[in-house]
């Protein structure tokens, strides 16, 4: 038989731009970048693409400038832009795509600048903190023809990848309640994340996990929207900075029965705690319990004089790991790198994934993995936004006040113990 060779496949090329160095950036953006400069990416839709990092910005471009000097082997070449307007000149400067890592109460004016350049965009969680800033950013991507995606990285756990397996396939049939805990060292809130936490909760930082988890794993409907919490180690006794938090979902299903589901974070557990951080689920269903817990899915490991404060004694080496490879490389990965190389995935199909003219139709197909679309995080940001509020209503001495969810008054509505009186947080119908 004759030999027909191979048409060679299509190469393409996505420049990203990266807004944000800290702690996010140096655990999972940095190694895919890396990983991307290394292998890039292929597939049979779109060919091969080389991902790279376009440019960075920064306030005062000193973490920009210094990853330039330490990473130029690495990374290649790439803008460093900084303050005054360090977003714009990281949008003019002709990047594909934009990662927003920065503190999450600057998510929106980021991701707005991007998607009005007509930058495809990736926000860690959470995407934003009200449902009106979801619907500007969700009306821009429409009009930019542009994918607008958060990222949700534990939905790639493989923990809760099964979870979400047994659901689907029906093998666990309803579920009746939840509980979910995360708890993080003080080096979070005391150090690391020290410039921007006052007047910021863990729950909004870490709890969006969980609601996400349980939104996107059980589907139903959100009613209501209960938390509580601690201050005085972070911040004031009496002031808007909390220690830990204490929220409660009520979801209702399709066939009337509701699911309450508590969520517990705190990031003041002790540093020398043997594990970066405590995470801990339960789920009872009518026909079975689903228990899982970070640490003891794990290994433990003691090192004198390293451990549990340089090294923890437990590591959750499924989330991100570096490692020696039995062949001999070095290689960092997890699925808080997967999530990123996903959503590269999916820019590259929408734009190189075929013909010109069936672009639109790529478009939409992306933008029904409702597990990162913006388009699906709805009732997600009404459980942030109604979080935050009532623990502003808590701090300024309102305590106990409950949201409920897409009354006759409006889509998000705080009522406040012992008054009649209430208070229309969204008007908008939050349930689409």
Not at 188 to 194: E, K, N, P, T, V
Not at 272 to 290: A, H, K, T
Not at 384 to 398: F, P, W
Request: hydrophobic share 40%.
């Amino acid at each position: 038989m004759p030999h027909t060779p191979r048409e060679s496949p299509a190469c393409h090329t996505l420049r990203a731009g990266m807004v944000g160095l800290g702690m996010i950036f140096d655990e999972t953006y940095r190694p895919f970048f890396e990983q991307m400069a290394r292998c890039g990416l292929y597939d049979p839709e779109f060919g091969i693409c080389d991902v790279r990092l376009g440019g960075v910005a920064s306030l005062t471009g000193r973490r920009g400038d210094a990853l330039r000097s330490a990473a130029a082997s690495t990374l290649g070449d790439f803008g460093s832009f900084r303050e005054p307007d360090a977003v714009g000149q990281l949008l003019a400067s002709g990047v594909d795509f934009v990662c927003v890592a920065t503190p999450d109460d600057r998510h929106f004016a980021v991701a707005r600048a991007a998607l009005a350049a007509g930058k495809h965009v990736l926000i860690e969680k959470p995407s934003v903190l009200s449902l009106a800033e979801l619907d500007e950013l969700a009306r821009l991507a429409e009009r930019a023809g542009v994918l607008a995606k958060v990222v949700y990285h534990k939905l790639l756990d493989p923990d809760h990848k099964k979870l979400r397996t047994l659901v689907a396939d029906g093998e666990l049939k309803h579920v009746n309640n939840g509980y979910c805990t995360l708890l993080e060292p003080k080096s979070i809130s005391g150090s690391q994340f020290a410039e921007w936490i006052k007047g910021r909760n863990p729950g909004t930082y870490v709890a969006v996990h969980y609601i996400k988890l349980i939104d996107f794993t059980f589907g139903g409907r959100l009613t209501s929207v209960a938390c509580t919490g601690q201050r005085g180690l972070v911040g004031p006794a009496d002031g808007p900075t909390w220690d830990s938090t204490q929220l409660r979902l009520i979801y209702e299903y399709g066939d009337g029965r509701e699911a309450a589901f508590d969520i517990h974070t705190s990031w003041v557990t002790p540093d020398n705690f043997p594990g970066y951080v405590e995470q801990e689920v339960q789920f009872r269903f009518d026909n079975g319990v689903w228990n899982a817990h970070s640490r003891k899915r794990g290994v433990e490991c003691t090192v004198e004089g390293r451990t549990p404060i340089e090294r923890k004694i437990t590591m959750n080496n499924h989330y991100n790991g570096t490692f020696l490879e039995p062949w001999g490389e070095r290689s960092q990965r997890g699925y808080g790198i997967e999530v990123l190389e996903r959503f590269a995935r999916e820019v590259a199909t929408v734009e190189f994934g075929g013909p010109a003219s069936a672009r639109g139709e790529r478009l939409q197909a992306a933008r029904r993995l409702a597990y990162n679309d913006l388009s699906a995080d709805r009732q997600t940001v009404a459980a942030v936004q109604a979080m935050e509020a009532i623990l502003a209503r808590h701090a300024a001495g309102e305590s106990n006040c409950v949201v409920e969810v897409d009354r006759p008054q409006g889509g998000l509505v705080l009522l406040r113990p012992g008054d009649s009186r209430v208070e229309v947080l969204y008007e908008g119908k939050v349930a689409r």
